[in-house]
């Protein structure tokens, strides 16, 4: 590997493109050859550096972290020749503050502690070289040629790892099964097909640093004595299948994947396996159908993937996180990771804050941490300064947690606890204008049409709440839904076959316990106390408010709103279908909601 | 392209090829039909079940259990909306209603001039744009219900 006394990352992300990225790319080659700094300074090429709206064609020299914005390719020659010749930072073109590097991800902030994400937007995720050169494959390197597949496991498991997919599964007993089960060959498959809504930390880890997935399976393969892996990837998420093929293909390249890998007599190879669109698929049973080109359906366990998994042999199955994370178990040490956390629950964990929150986007905290301390510190409190109503933890199969709750610590017990679970890691902050069973009925419509429909429980009970809920938020709720609810929540979990069941009733029955002030409210009086569901509400303009604009009337879909110019409006309540766009629309705040 | 001008037989034959004909490559091959004919017509059901030797049931009950694959023609736009709750709560379920009411359909439907279709599309991992609509390959995030018009009307 050639060493370079000063590398040049230029952001390629599509917007910089079009700014003209590669045009000055070439052009900081070009003068690099002509002033003879070639052989010193390495120009690569990274997802983004800062808001390409803003800086881009933008590029970022390490390692004095100077962040050059708004570039043509006629500044170049001036900035070569002013910061590699003459070491002068051109003062010009530097982005003054430390910029929010991206949307989805900014800098560490308070309380985060980055593991999974430490590499993301920092390396350059099409260069295997900039992973080695960050410690990368380091850990397969030393397990292979200093470990036994039985002191790999014996790390793993004495550092309290978790299946960070949502079961919290330990890690290192899993991989034990696998080793102890007969049969050849094995496989090790990586979960990659994160499907609940609002959850995107392992795209980001598969879009921005894909080989330490890569790295974490070679370790699990050398484990567990396999020498073939699978990579279920979601279809929705082609940059992130595409990212992952490039770096299968440098791995091999490097003889990091591939027959006798680093000379040993270790052998493993991997394959990217795309899905079509089915979210049970993220169950490892339904996922392994999938990759054998059937229907995505789970089956029973036992016996476990362990034992019978793809093509019935015995199979290890963990998520992109976990995979992630065990590289970093192996160079730190297991007690390194196994100092964060709380005694069940060691290391980190990433989640992406979505909803009422101030900063939405990606983090990574250790375990234990409070949901309070997640919203209100790492999250930055909720949008507008409105009030806090709900988090809804784990994805559509989790609970909506009430402000009691806010004190809780994040931990898979804690949360199991409470009604919710941790899940792949997906949070959404609801405000007080959030109607909760509004939230319960949309929850139920997403696993009513994600069932699979294999078992009865979950194919009908789900479609029975979501009936029922989809009455009461049209203002026909009766006597009794309440309680024929809890007795169809209750049912359902018992007796359906695989998670995406069990799970599907936490929405309504987390929303029941913590809220059932709101489906009294709807059920008996008709009124929906959030403002949201369209049946109970009625738009209706303020007269002394309203200037006579005519914008509301000039947008209303339905012409509902009649009135003279310079004269206040009125809403024909029979006509209105209460799409909201009248509230929207105007300037005077003269349109409310009764 | 639509089926009319393009040999359903010969693009199976070269997608099915191209995946070495294997029956394990089914989702693979379907996904690749689907994508470039736009859709599964019943014919490439048979033929692909015929190359790789399965069963027509077996094509057809894995065509139909996964979303991204149809065996129904689309409109000439696709409209795809972002179905998920970060995007529900970010005011997605007015922008919803809005484009159901604009177009006069409803989830899965086909516009009788054959120019949309809409349908809903699960997370696309774009939560902190949200409310998220794409048109055809266009994405529009932060998408509002006054601007719903506007955005159609880009499209002929």
């Known amino acids: 590997m050639t060493f370079f006394r000063s590398h040049i990352l230029v952001s390629i992300d599509p917007l910089s493109q079009a700014k003209g990225a590669y045009e000055i790319i070439d052009a900081l080659n070009d003068e690099l050859v002509a002033q003879g700094l070639i052989d010193e300074v390495q120009v690569l090429e990274t997802s983004r550096i800062g808001d390409p709206e803003i800086y881009g064609p933008d590029i970022m020299v390490y390692p004095e972290g100077v962040h050059y914005a708004k570039l043509a390719p006629e500044d170049i020659h001036f900035l070569v020749k002013e910061h590699f010749l003459k070491g002068r930072v051109v003062d010009k073109f530097v982005v003054k503050q430390i910029p929010k590097s991206d949307d989805e991800l900014g800098p560490p902030k308070p309380k985060e502690v980055r593991v999974v994400l430490r590499n993301c937007g920092v390396i350059d995720p099409y260069n295997i070289e900039d992973y080695i050169a960050v410690d990368g494959y380091m850990a397969l390197a030393r397990s292979i040629s200093d470990m036994t597949p039985e002191e790999v496991i014996q790390t793993v498991l004495d550092s309290g790892l978790r299946g960070r997919g949502g079961a919290g599964f330990p890690t290192g007993r899993k991989w034990q099964f696998a080793r102890a089960s007969q049969g050849s060959p094995k496989y090790v498959i990586c979960n990659a097909d994160e499907g609940d809504p609002g959850a995107f930390m392992n795209r980001r880890v598969l879009e921005s640093d894909p080989h330490a997935v890569l790295e974490g399976m070679a370790i699990a393969a050398y484990a567990i004595g396999s020498n073939q892996g699978y990579i279920y990837c979601r279809a929705e998420y082609p940059e992130a299948v595409r990212t992952l093929k490039i770096a299968i293909e440098q791995a091999r390249e490097f003889g990091l994947l591939g027959d006798n890998i680093l000379g040993s007599d270790f052998s493993f190879d991997l394959e990217v396996r795309m899905g079509a669109g089915a979210f049970v698929c993220g169950e490892e049973t339904a996922l392994i159908a999938s990759i054998e080109g059937s229907r995505g359906e789970p089956r029973t366990r036992p016996p476990f993937p362990a034992v019978k998994g793809l093509w019935g042999q015995p199979s290890n199955v963990n998520n992109v996180e976990t995979y992630a994370t065990v590289p970093q178990i192996l160079l730190k040490g297991a007690e390194w990771f196994s100092s964060m956390g709380t005694e069940n629950c060691k290391g980190t964990k990433t989640f992406a804050l979505a909803g009422d929150v101030k900063n939405t986007g990606l983090i990574e905290v250790p375990m234990g941490i409070t949901l309070r301390e997640i919203i209100f510190e790492v999250g930055g409190g909720i949008k507008h300064d409105k009030g806090f109503k709900a988090i809804q933890t784990g994805g559509p199969m989790g609970g909506c947690l009430p402000s009691s709750n806010l004190d809780l610590p994040v931990d898979y017990e804690s949360l199991g606890q409470a009604g919710s679970i941790m899940g792949s890691g997906g949070m959404i902050v609801m405000d007080e204008d959030t109607c909760m069973v509004d939230i319960a009925r949309f929850f139920m419509e997403f696993t009513q049409e994600e069932s699979c429909g294999k078992c009865v429980p979950c194919r009908v009970g789900t479609r029975r709440l979501l009936e029922i809920l989809t009455r009461i938020c049209e203002g026909e709720g009766k006597d009794g839904d309440i309680e024929t609810l809890e007795m169809l929540c209750e049912q359902i979990k018992q007796d359906s076959l695989c998670g995406l069941g069990q799970g599907a009733p936490n929405p309504v029955e987390s929303t029941l316990k913590h809220f059932r002030d709101e489906y009294e409210a709807h059920i008996y009086e008709k009124r929906c106390p959030a403002k949201v569901c369209r049946a109970m509400i009625r738009y209706e303009i303020l007269e002394d408010m309203c200037t006579g604009c005519t914008v509301c009337a000039r947008n209303c879909p339905v012409d509902a709103i009649h009135g003279e110019r310079r004269q206040p409006h009125i809403i024909d309540p029979d006509t209105c279908v209460r799409c909201g766009i009248c509230l929207q629309v105007c300037n005077f705040s003269a349109v409310t909601i009764k | ?156």
Not at chain 2, 12 to 38: Q, S, Y
Not at chain 2, 102 to 115: C, N, R, Y
Request: proline share 6%; with cysteine; hydrophobic share 35%.
């Open chain 2, 1 to 156: 392209m639509t089926p009319d001008n393009m040999n359903v037989l010969e693009v199976v034959r070269g997608v099915v090829e191209e995946h070495g004909g294997k029956a394990e490559e089914l989702i693979p091959i379907l996904n690749d039909v689907n994508r470039t004919i736009g859709y599964l017509p019943k014919e490439a059901l048979e033929e692909i079940g015929r190359l790789v030797k399965t069963p027509k049931s077996k094509v057809s009950s894995v065509a139909t259990f996964y979303t991204m694959m149809t065996t129904k023609p689309r409109g000439r736009h696709v409209i795809q909306f972002c179905e998920s709750a970060p995007c529900h709560v970010a005011g997605g379920r007015e922008v919803w209603l809005a484009i159901q009411d604009q177009l006069g359909l409803e989830d899965g439907e086909t516009s009788e001039d054959g120019k949309w279709t809409l349908i809903t599309a699960s997370c696309l991992g774009l939560c902190g744009v949200g409310p998220i609509m794409l048109v055809d390959e266009d994405m529009y995030g932060n998408v509002t219900p006054s601007q719903v018009p506007e955005i159609l009307a880009r499209y002929s």
